[in-house]
């Protein structure tokens, strides 16, 4: 799908974001106690779990559900989360640095601090809910959707985003420093508050509302100084 905007150097396209399309089979309840490193888990519903503080580093979630559980420190470094729906879940620094997120639907969660520094995301959908304090650096995100959430001091520095929308979401003081963009479509951001690396957001695409707004973020970031008539 290709989306018009209009620019100053006229009307150009914008690549949208593909979403995930999730179909999940018949799901067993987990029952295994608490998670492992490396561990493999395929077709399993976890519902209203307690996975604070537990080890699953490393470990492969193929085709399941996490409804309702909370992930208080719970350390899923390097972890895959594939063809997966997490759903309500809730917690503070949770650890996905270097992890995969593709083909996943993340639903109402609750979250603050979440290390995903390194992780790469493809064919995301963040919908509904808060995360506060989320660690993007040099991560990588494609076809990634942030739809109907909150994101307050959201840090992307460094990453590489593609094909990112965020659709009636408001991105709170954001740090977007020595990122990539192409076809971000920022448009959906209410408010759009980047607090760092406004130099950063070529390749994205905003609303001329927005551009009114950022007026002054701009003008101090190219070193204008605005003054009224004398």
């Known amino acids: 799908m290709v989306r018009r905007a209009v620019g100053g150097g ?17 799901l067993v309840p987990y029952e ?3 998670l492992e490193p490396d561990g493999d888990y395929d077709g399993l519903e976890f519902r209203e779990a307690d996975l604070a503080g537990q080890d699953g580093a490393g470990a492969r979630f193929m085709d399941c559900a996490l409804r309702e559980c909370a992930l208080d ?11 997966s729906v997490l759903t309500g879940v809730r917690g503070v620094g949770t650890r996905l640095a270097e992890a995969t997120l593709r083909d996943v639907e993340l639903v109402d969660a609750r979250l ?3 290390q995903l520094h390194g992780a790469v995301l493809e064919r995301v959908l963040v ?14 995100l494609k076809d990634v959707v942030f ?9 992307f520095g460094g990453a590489r985003l593609e094909r990112v929308a965020f659709v009636d979401c408001a991105l709170k003081g954001a740090d977007f420093s020595a990122a990539t963009l192409t076809d971000v479509d920022l448009r959906g951001a209410a408010p759009l508050e980047p607090a760092r690396g406004v130099d950063r957001l070529a390749g994205a695409v905003i609303s001329p509302a927005q551009l009114l707004d950022l007026a002054p973020v ?7 100084r605005v003054l009224s008539p004398e």
């Open 10 to 26: 006229g009307t150009t396209t914008v690549r949208a974001a593909r979403r995930p399309e999730l179909r999940l089979p018949p």
């Open 32 to 34: 295994g106690g608490e």
């Open 73 to 83: 420190e719970a350390s899923l470094t390097r972890a895959r989360l594939l063809d």
């Open 112 to 114: 603050g601090g979440v």
């Open 127 to 140: 919908r509904g809910g808060k995360i506060d304090y989320l660690n993007l650096r040099r991560a990588r």
């Open 147 to 155: 739809e109907g959430c909150v994101l307050v001091e959201p840090d």
């Open 218 to 224: 701009l003008a101090a970031e190219l070193g204008i």
